[in-house]
């Protein structure tokens, strides 16, 4: 197993701008945030990528998503928007290897270029 930076953000061995916390999953203000509003949802447990995700792990990764809706209602940000963006591997963006959903609110984010968008 890979001790990570949020391995120790959950065991409270390093500070974080918590915002959401129950027994799966914590969320923590990013500290080098892409939008003004930037909340990382860790799982508890380890889990290093989502590719390294399987069918077991489904609850947990809908429960994730549902965190972040709920976070993003309770913050007033669902009306006008926000992003929830999954890294996955080092050419996906990820830096820390402990799967981790980015939300982004708080302006208007731009395009990936995606048809239909």
């Given amino acids: 197993m ?8 959950i065991r409270r061995e390093i500070p974080a701008d918590v915002v959401f916390e129950n ?5 923590f203000r990013d500290i080098a ?3 003004p509003v930037h909340v ?8 290093p990528t989502l590719d390294a995700a399987g069918p077991e792990h489904a609850e947990l990764l809908g429960r994730l998503l549902l965190a972040a809706a709920a976070y993003a209602r309770s913050e007033g940000l669902a009306q006008d928007g926000y ?3 999954i890294n996955c591997n080092r ?7 402990q799967l981790h959903l980015h939300l982004l609110a708080g ?11």
């Fill in 23 to 27: 027994d799966e999953i914590i969320a």
């Fill in 83 to 85: 992003r929830v963006v």
């Fill in 91 to 97: 050419d996906g963006g990820q830096t820390v290897f």
């Fill in 2 to 9: 890979t001790d990570t930076i949020f391995h120790k953000i």
């Fill in 40 to 47: 990382l949802f860790v799982p508890k447990t380890t889990l």
């Fill in 33 to 35: 945030p892409q939008a």
């Fill in 107 to 117: 302006a208007p984010l731009g395009h990936f270029g995606v048809a239909g968008e």
